[in-house]
Protein backbone atom coordinates (compact mmCIF):
# COMPACT_ATOMS: atom_id res chain seq x y z
CA UNK A 1 0.00 0.00 0.00
CA UNK A 2 1.25 3.81 -0.44
CA UNK A 3 2.40 5.59 2.51
CA UNK A 4 2.00 9.58 1.72
CA UNK A 5 5.35 9.71 3.21
CA UNK A 6 5.89 13.08 1.37
CA UNK A 7 2.65 14.64 2.83
CA UNK A 8 3.63 13.17 6.29
CA UNK A 9 6.87 14.55 6.42
CA UNK A 10 5.81 18.27 5.26
CA UNK A 11 2.86 17.76 8.15
CA UNK A 12 6.00 17.44 10.49
CA UNK A 13 8.18 19.33 9.98
CA UNK A 14 5.14 22.62 10.16
CA UNK A 15 4.54 20.98 13.33
CA UNK A 16 7.89 21.13 14.64
CA UNK A 17 7.99 24.36 13.51
CA UNK A 18 5.14 25.62 15.70
CA UNK A 19 6.06 24.07 18.72
CA UNK A 20 9.82 25.61 18.74
CA UNK A 21 8.29 28.83 18.14
CA UNK A 22 5.11 28.41 20.64
CA UNK A 23 8.15 27.31 23.14
CA UNK A 24 10.59 30.42 22.54
CA UNK A 25 7.67 32.56 22.48
CA UNK A 26 6.30 31.21 25.97
CA UNK A 27 9.72 30.67 27.75
CA UNK A 28 10.37 34.78 27.01
CA UNK A 29 7.24 35.62 28.37
CA UNK A 30 7.42 33.72 31.63
CA UNK A 31 10.64 35.69 32.33
CA UNK A 32 8.65 38.76 31.75
CA UNK A 33 5.86 37.29 33.88
CA UNK A 34 7.69 36.71 37.04
CA UNK A 35 9.26 40.32 37.20
CA UNK A 36 5.84 41.84 36.16
CA UNK A 37 4.10 40.11 38.65
CA UNK A 38 6.69 40.94 41.36
CA UNK A 39 6.58 44.61 40.43
CA UNK A 40 2.59 44.90 40.78
CA UNK A 41 2.70 42.76 43.49
CA UNK A 42 0.18 40.30 42.11
CA UNK A 43 -0.59 37.03 43.22
CA UNK A 44 -2.48 36.21 40.27
CA UNK A 45 0.18 37.05 38.04
CA UNK A 46 2.84 35.09 39.35
CA UNK A 47 0.45 32.02 40.00
CA UNK A 48 -0.02 32.85 35.60
CA UNK A 49 3.93 32.66 36.03
CA UNK A 50 4.26 29.33 37.35
CA UNK A 51 1.98 28.29 35.32
CA UNK A 52 3.27 29.39 32.23
CA UNK A 53 6.54 27.99 33.67
CA UNK A 54 5.07 24.41 33.43
CA UNK A 55 3.29 24.95 30.45
CA UNK A 56 6.77 26.27 28.80
CA UNK A 57 8.13 22.69 30.00
CA UNK A 58 5.55 21.25 28.82
CA UNK A 59 5.86 23.16 25.20
CA UNK A 60 9.73 22.20 24.87
CA UNK A 61 9.25 18.07 25.91
CA UNK A 62 6.40 17.99 23.31
CA UNK A 63 8.62 19.32 20.70
CA UNK A 64 11.60 17.06 21.84
CA UNK A 65 9.51 14.30 21.93
CA UNK A 66 7.69 15.54 18.09
CA UNK A 67 11.43 15.70 16.37
CA UNK A 68 12.43 12.11 18.11
CA UNK A 69 9.10 10.70 16.64
CA UNK A 70 10.28 11.44 13.20
CA UNK A 71 13.11 9.24 13.57
CA UNK A 72 12.73 6.11 11.12
CA UNK A 73 11.88 2.74 11.98
CA UNK A 74 14.47 0.10 13.39
CA UNK A 75 14.62 -3.35 13.99
CA UNK A 76 13.70 -2.89 17.74
CA UNK A 77 11.12 0.27 17.53
CA UNK A 78 9.40 -1.70 13.77
CA UNK A 79 6.79 1.03 13.65
CA UNK A 80 9.21 4.10 14.16
CA UNK A 81 9.07 6.54 17.51
CA UNK A 82 5.45 8.16 16.59
CA UNK A 83 3.96 7.07 19.51
CA UNK A 84 6.07 9.28 21.74
CA UNK A 85 4.25 12.07 20.50
CA UNK A 86 1.16 10.40 21.81
CA UNK A 87 3.18 9.55 25.22
CA UNK A 88 3.82 14.01 25.42
CA UNK A 89 -0.09 14.06 24.80
CA UNK A 90 -0.45 12.26 27.49
CA UNK A 91 2.44 13.63 29.88
CA UNK A 92 1.36 17.39 29.16
CA UNK A 93 -2.54 16.40 29.90
CA UNK A 94 -1.55 14.92 33.53
CA UNK A 95 0.59 18.30 34.02
CA UNK A 96 -1.78 20.64 32.79
CA UNK A 97 -4.61 19.23 35.54
CA UNK A 98 -2.20 19.02 37.97
CA UNK A 99 -1.21 23.26 37.65
CA UNK A 100 -5.02 23.44 37.10
CA UNK A 101 -5.69 21.86 40.74
CA UNK A 102 -3.19 24.24 41.92
CA UNK A 103 -4.22 27.22 40.48
CA UNK A 104 -7.08 26.76 42.33
CA UNK A 105 -5.60 25.49 45.27
CA UNK A 106 -4.13 29.17 45.43
CA UNK A 107 -7.45 31.03 44.39
CA UNK A 108 -9.61 29.41 46.19
CA UNK A 109 -8.48 30.71 49.60
CA UNK A 110 -7.94 34.27 48.55
CA UNK A 111 -12.15 34.47 48.45
CA UNK A 112 -11.15 35.21 51.64
CA UNK A 113 -8.48 37.24 51.75
CA UNK A 114 -8.00 38.80 48.14
CA UNK A 115 -5.23 41.64 48.13
CA UNK A 116 -5.31 44.66 45.98
CA UNK A 117 -2.60 44.44 43.49
CA UNK A 118 -0.93 47.57 41.70
CA UNK A 119 -3.83 47.74 38.58
CA UNK A 120 -1.54 49.72 36.23
CA UNK A 121 1.05 46.94 35.64
CA UNK A 122 -1.86 44.44 35.82
CA UNK A 123 -3.67 45.87 32.78
CA UNK A 124 -0.25 46.61 30.93
CA UNK A 125 0.94 43.08 31.94
CA UNK A 126 -2.58 41.30 30.86
CA UNK A 127 -2.51 43.07 27.50
CA UNK A 128 0.91 41.83 26.80
CA UNK A 129 -0.48 38.41 27.96
CA UNK A 130 -3.34 38.41 25.88
CA UNK A 131 -1.42 39.53 22.70
CA UNK A 132 1.40 36.61 23.25
CA UNK A 133 -0.46 33.82 24.40
CA UNK A 134 -3.04 34.45 21.91
CA UNK A 135 -0.82 34.44 18.85
CA UNK A 136 0.84 31.08 19.82
CA UNK A 137 -2.66 29.83 20.84
CA UNK A 138 -3.25 30.68 17.00
CA UNK A 139 -0.12 29.26 15.89
CA UNK A 140 -1.23 25.75 18.00
CA UNK A 141 -4.69 25.54 16.78
CA UNK A 142 -3.33 24.78 12.99
CA UNK A 143 -2.36 21.49 14.57
CA UNK A 144 -3.65 18.30 13.85
CA UNK A 145 -1.95 15.62 16.11
CA UNK A 146 -3.26 15.65 19.84
CA UNK A 147 -0.08 16.70 21.05
CA UNK A 148 -0.65 19.87 19.55
CA UNK A 149 -4.46 19.86 20.61
CA UNK A 150 -3.91 18.88 24.29
CA UNK A 151 -0.88 22.16 24.19
CA UNK A 152 -3.42 24.47 22.82
CA UNK A 153 -5.82 24.02 25.91
CA UNK A 154 -2.34 25.13 28.03
CA UNK A 155 -2.38 28.25 25.81
CA UNK A 156 -6.30 28.93 25.62
CA UNK A 157 -5.78 28.46 29.35
CA UNK A 158 -3.45 31.29 29.60
CA UNK A 159 -5.49 33.33 26.96
CA UNK A 160 -8.37 33.03 29.22
CA UNK A 161 -5.84 33.89 32.48
CA UNK A 162 -5.16 36.88 30.93
CA UNK A 163 -8.54 38.11 29.59
CA UNK A 164 -9.40 37.46 33.33
CA UNK A 165 -6.90 39.67 34.65
CA UNK A 166 -7.58 42.42 31.77
CA UNK A 167 -11.20 42.48 33.23
CA UNK A 168 -10.07 42.35 36.45
CA UNK A 169 -7.56 45.55 35.93
CA UNK A 170 -10.03 47.95 34.37
CA UNK A 171 -12.89 46.97 37.05
CA UNK A 172 -9.92 47.32 40.10
CA UNK A 173 -9.48 51.04 38.18
CA UNK A 174 -12.61 51.86 39.47
CA UNK A 175 -13.92 50.28 42.73
CA UNK A 176 -12.22 48.26 45.28
CA UNK A 177 -13.10 44.44 43.98
CA UNK A 178 -9.87 42.44 44.83
CA UNK A 179 -12.21 39.27 44.93
CA UNK A 180 -12.87 39.66 41.78
CA UNK A 181 -9.47 38.39 40.87
CA UNK A 182 -10.09 34.84 42.60
CA UNK A 183 -13.66 34.26 40.96
CA UNK A 184 -12.18 34.55 37.71
CA UNK A 185 -9.78 32.58 37.88
CA UNK A 186 -11.15 30.13 39.38
CA UNK A 187 -13.84 29.67 36.73
CA UNK A 188 -11.68 29.89 34.04
CA UNK A 189 -9.61 27.39 35.52
CA UNK A 190 -12.63 24.95 35.91
CA UNK A 191 -13.86 25.48 32.37
CA UNK A 192 -10.20 24.00 30.95
CA UNK A 193 -10.23 21.48 33.31
CA UNK A 194 -12.73 20.07 31.82
CA UNK A 195 -11.70 20.41 28.61
CA UNK A 196 -8.63 18.81 29.03
CA UNK A 197 -9.87 15.81 31.14
CA UNK A 198 -12.05 15.31 28.00
CA UNK A 199 -8.70 15.09 25.79
CA UNK A 200 -7.16 13.26 28.29
CA UNK A 201 -9.80 10.15 27.67
CA UNK A 202 -9.58 10.52 24.19
CA UNK A 203 -5.29 10.08 24.59
CA UNK A 204 -5.79 7.50 27.24
CA UNK A 205 -7.95 5.42 24.95
CA UNK A 206 -5.56 5.65 21.61
CA UNK A 207 -2.94 4.94 24.12
CA UNK A 208 -4.53 1.59 24.65
CA UNK A 209 -5.15 0.87 21.24
CA UNK A 210 -8.84 1.84 21.07
CA UNK A 211 -10.33 2.23 17.27
CA UNK A 212 -9.32 6.37 17.01
CA UNK A 213 -12.79 6.64 14.60
CA UNK A 214 -15.14 4.24 15.14
CA UNK A 215 -17.04 5.98 11.82
CA UNK A 216 -13.80 5.48 9.83
CA UNK A 217 -13.39 2.09 10.92
CA UNK A 218 -17.00 1.21 9.80
CA UNK A 219 -16.53 2.97 6.39
CA UNK A 220 -13.18 1.21 6.12
CA UNK A 221 -15.54 -2.24 6.28
CA UNK A 222 -18.13 -1.17 3.69
CA UNK A 223 -15.37 0.00 1.33
CA UNK A 224 -13.89 -3.14 1.34
CA UNK A 225 -16.95 -5.03 1.24
CA UNK A 226 -18.23 -3.39 -1.85
CA UNK A 227 -15.06 -4.72 -4.04
CA UNK A 228 -15.88 -7.32 -6.26
CA UNK A 229 -14.77 -10.78 -4.95
CA UNK A 230 -14.70 -9.92 -1.87
CA UNK A 231 -17.36 -11.79 0.07
CA UNK A 232 -16.75 -10.99 3.98
CA UNK A 233 -14.23 -9.17 6.01
CA UNK A 234 -12.89 -9.78 9.45
CA UNK A 235 -9.97 -9.21 11.88
CA UNK A 236 -10.36 -5.68 11.08
CA UNK A 237 -8.20 -3.95 13.38
CA UNK A 238 -8.08 -0.11 13.14
CA UNK A 239 -5.51 1.69 15.67
CA UNK A 240 -3.12 5.06 15.65
CA UNK A 241 0.13 5.44 16.18
CA UNK A 242 -0.55 9.54 17.40
CA UNK A 243 -3.88 10.31 17.28
CA UNK A 244 -3.09 11.48 13.29
CA UNK A 245 -1.15 8.04 11.70
CA UNK A 246 -3.52 5.12 11.30
CA UNK A 247 -2.39 1.89 11.16
CA UNK A 248 -5.06 -1.01 9.91
CA UNK A 249 -4.49 -4.85 9.81
CA UNK A 250 -7.85 -7.20 8.13
CA UNK A 251 -8.94 -10.61 6.93
CA UNK A 252 -10.41 -10.50 3.26
CA UNK A 253 -12.35 -13.57 2.23
CA UNK A 254 -12.78 -14.11 -1.85
CA UNK A 255 -16.11 -15.11 -3.10
CA UNK A 256 -14.99 -17.95 -4.50
CA UNK A 257 -11.92 -19.76 -6.26
CA UNK A 258 -9.97 -17.70 -8.76
CA UNK A 259 -6.96 -17.60 -11.39
CA UNK A 260 -3.66 -15.97 -10.43
CA UNK A 261 -4.88 -12.51 -12.77
CA UNK A 262 -7.91 -12.22 -10.85
CA UNK A 263 -5.60 -12.41 -7.30
CA UNK A 264 -3.77 -9.36 -8.49
CA UNK A 265 -6.68 -7.70 -9.35
CA UNK A 266 -8.40 -7.93 -6.31
CA UNK A 267 -5.46 -6.46 -4.37
CA UNK A 268 -4.93 -3.80 -6.78
CA UNK A 269 -8.94 -3.02 -6.29
CA UNK A 270 -7.82 -3.20 -2.19
CA UNK A 271 -4.37 -0.83 -2.97
CA UNK A 272 -7.13 2.09 -4.55
CA UNK A 273 -9.77 1.56 -2.43
CA UNK A 274 -8.06 2.29 0.46
CA UNK A 275 -5.96 4.85 -0.95
CA UNK A 276 -8.16 8.09 0.15
CA UNK A 277 -7.63 6.97 3.40
CA UNK A 278 -4.04 7.58 3.82
CA UNK A 279 -3.02 5.01 6.31
CA UNK A 280 0.58 5.00 8.00
CA UNK A 281 0.57 1.01 7.52
CA UNK A 282 -1.87 -1.48 6.45
CA UNK A 283 -1.55 -5.25 6.25
CA UNK A 284 -4.22 -7.09 4.61
CA UNK A 285 -4.56 -10.98 4.38
CA UNK A 286 -7.03 -12.90 1.57
CA UNK A 287 -8.29 -15.69 2.24
CA UNK A 288 -9.78 -18.99 0.02
CA UNK A 289 -13.67 -19.36 0.63
CA UNK A 290 -12.87 -22.84 2.01
CA UNK A 291 -9.97 -21.89 4.11
CA UNK A 292 -9.93 -21.80 7.76
CA UNK A 293 -8.56 -18.82 9.81
CA UNK A 294 -5.33 -19.54 11.01
CA UNK A 295 -5.88 -16.08 13.51
CA UNK A 296 -9.15 -18.45 15.03
CA UNK A 297 -12.72 -17.63 14.89
CA UNK A 298 -13.35 -17.09 18.75
CA UNK A 299 -11.83 -13.20 18.11
CA UNK A 300 -13.91 -12.26 15.50
CA UNK A 301 -17.05 -10.76 17.09
CA UNK A 302 -14.36 -9.11 19.68
CA UNK A 303 -12.92 -7.51 17.20
CA UNK A 304 -16.59 -5.49 15.98
CA UNK A 305 -16.73 -7.86 13.04
CA UNK A 306 -19.93 -8.80 11.47
CA UNK A 307 -20.80 -11.72 8.70
Given at each position: MRHHDHAHNHSDDTSSRRL????????????????GGLLTNSTAILADA????????????????NRQGRKAATREFTYGYRRLSLFGALINGLVLVGGSLWVLSEAIPRLADPVMPVTEGMLALALLGV??????AYRLSKGKSLNEKVLNWHLLE??????????????????DWPILDPLLSIGFTLFILVNVIRNLWATGKLFIQAVPDPALHDEIRRTLLGIEHISEVHHQHLWSLDGEHHVLTVHLVMRDSFPLEQYLATKIAVADALEPYQLAHTTIEIELPAEFCRDSSDQRLSAGDHH
Amino acid sequence: MRHHDHAHNHSDDTSSRRLGLVFFLNVGFTLIEFVGGLLTNSTAILADAVHDLGDSLAIGSAWFLNRQGRKAATREFTYGYRRLSLFGALINGLVLVGGSLWVLSEAIPRLADPVMPVTEGMLALALLGVTVNGFAAYRLSKGKSLNEKVLNWHLLEDVLGWVAVLIVSIILQFVDWPILDPLLSIGFTLFILVNVIRNLWATGKLFIQAVPDPALHDEIRRTLLGIEHISEVHHQHLWSLDGEHHVLTVHLVMRDSFPLEQYLATKIAVADALEPYQLAHTTIEIELPAEFCRDSSDQRLSAGDHH
